[in-house]
């Protein structure tokens, strides 16, 4: 079996919509080549409408959706001429997130996938979290998937984009969870210093720990829930920002990548796991790396850029790939959905 997909990623963390052209192939198991990719920025009028979208009326949403949609389609459409790419088979597309939910039983990714084809000609395939929310999961993490076909040479997948996620094999199962806030944050405290976002971690590195905000931060319920759980937009709104209001912007920087190190670190030693591939935007943030490999004993491997960069990107691809061959796509034992399941609406 093999298939050309096109993958389609925008995070909470805004630093533009990643695309992912790979070719995946199986015999005995699953492999995958990344053959072209690259992240197209927002332009300011784009990021402030994804930004804002949590604040827009009903029928203001609906229009963003409709028009983002176009947006992506016409972006790949880019992608497919600049790099005379033929035989694609399917186009893969997360959407961007504008409410998340799972206990209401909703959520949005916007980004209308049948404007995609429309634009494209190509199918595709879109909304690959509501289906899980509806049964009782959290929507996510849905990478694990990917993580257990794809890289299962690993004995952990972590991911640090606007929230830190990770994966690993617990017995037959493999189980993923949310663990705590980085890029959102950290991105958001950089802005107040005029950066997109905290350079190797270098602001962080000149402020000092506020020790109460740290032990505040730590005592947040979410920790202390055993898995599966996710986070959204609307727990940082309510317990991370009112909190880092008064305090100096590098000492909060500094207190929130420290905050992030423990959390991070307490979940890999509990789970006693001896290699760690991390991706994300935050694999480049040196600071905060080396805070987590001092707290633990597990190796972190950094991989080569094209995976850190391109990692959520690729196995969305995959999931498109799996969905089209109705195959299972998402796993229960992240979600903690009713069971496991094939997800993702066709266009």
């Not at 009903?58 to 389609?73: C, I, V």
């Not at 189980?175 to 107040?192: G, H, T």
């Not at 319920?221 to 959204?232: E, M, N, R, T």
Request: proline share 3%.
């Amino acid at each position: 079996m093999k298939a050309l997909a096109i993958g389609l990623m925008s995070g909470t963390s805004l630093d533009g919509l990643d695309i992912c052209l790979a070719k995946f192939e199986k015999q005995n198991r699953w492999t995958f080549q990344i053959l072209k990719a690259e992240t197209l920025s927002y332009s300011e009028d784009w990021e402030s409408q994804l930004r804002n979208s949590v604040h827009l009326s009903a029928e203001d949403l609906l229009e963003l959706h409709s028009e983002y949609g176009f947006y992506l389609g016409q972006r790949v459409k880019e992608f497919i001429h600049k790099h005379q790419l033929e035989n694609i088979d399917l186009i893969a597309s997360h959407g961007h997130t504008v409410f998340h939910q799972p206990k209401r039983k909703f959520t949005l990714q916007i980004g209308d996938g049948r404007a995609i084809k429309l634009e494209t000609g190509l199918p595709v395939i879109y909304d690959f979290r509501s289906q899980d929310v509806l049964m009782k999961g959290n929507g996510a993490p849905l990478v694990p998937i990917g993580d257990a076909l794809l890289f299962s040479e690993y004995s952990a997948c972590l991911n640090l984009g606007g929230f830190s996620n990770i994966s690993l094999q617990s017995g037959e199962k493999r189980i993923a969870f949310d663990i705590a806030p980085v890029n959102i944050i950290l991105n958001y405290l950089a802005q107040k210093l005029h950066k997109n976002f905290d350079e190797n971690g270098a602001l962080a590195e000149k402020g000092k720990i506020n020790e109460t905000l740290l032990n505040q931060l730590n005592a947040l319920d979410f920790y202390h829930i055993p898995p599966p759980k996710s986070l959204g937009i609307e727990w940082c709104n309510q317990h991370i920002f009112p909190a880092l209001e008064n305090i100096e912007t590098l000492d909060a920087l500094a207190t929130f990548t420290e905050h992030a190190a423990q959390q991070i670190s307490l979940v890999i030693n509990k789970n006693n796991i001896k290699d760690i591939l991390v991706t994300g935007g935050g694999a480049y943030n040196t600071f905060l790396i080396e805070k987590i490999r001092a707290k633990t004993k597990a190796e972190v491997i950094i991989p080569e850029k094209e995976i850190i960069n391109y990692k959520e990107a690729l196995i969305f691809a995959f999931m498109g790939v799996l969905k089209m061959n109705n195959e299972i796509n998402v796993l229960s034992s992240a979600t903690g959905s009713t069971a496991d399941h094939c997800s993702g609406v066709i266009a």
